[in-house]
């Protein structure tokens, strides 16, 4: 059974790459099953190319089967994509800069902390 993840953001280039190879390797046992970014016009781009649909952040970050979650938004959105996602139980991968400050920085620690 495939891990089902969720991508947060697409500003990055690199998830791109391994996004692309989990697409066409059915066999490493990850399933990307949505993507969101704010810009609706790369969302819709690059989950065409990443064999994924379109979902608002509500829909991953509510999907149970949605485990893990890869934020790779703009780092202007990582604190507060980390905090949504820690609340909703998922297991995040996220892209540096972690975050713009230490404090932000500060936020997402306690935020994964504090939801395991």
Same mark, same amino acid.
């Not at 500003?11 to 490493?28: C, I, R």
């Given at each position: ?39 609706? #016009?790369?969302?819709?781009?690059? !989950? %065409? $190319?990443? /064999? ?8 991953? &970050? ?17 604190? #507060?994509?980390?905090?949504?996602? !820690? %609340? $909703?139980? /998922? ?8 975050? &713009? ?16």
């Amino acid at each position: 059974m495939a891990v089902k993840v969720g991508i947060l953001g697409s500003a990055h280039g690199h998830v791109m790459t391994y996004g692309a190879v989990w697409a066409n390797d059915p066999s490493l046992g990850i399933e990307i099953a949505g993507l969101y970014d704010h810009d609706a #016009e790369r969302a819709n781009q690059n !989950a %065409a $190319a990443l /064999k994924t649909v379109v979902k608002s952040l509500d829909e991953i &970050l509510e999907d149970r089967e949605i485990t893990a979650v890869v934020v790779s938004s703009e780092t202007v959105y990582h604190c #507060e994509l980390v905090e949504k996602a !820690a %609340a $909703a139980g /998922k297991a995040i991968i996220c892209y540096k800069p972690m975050a &713009l400050n230490l404090e932000q920085a500060n936020r997402m620690v306690a935020a994964v902390e504090k939801y395991n």
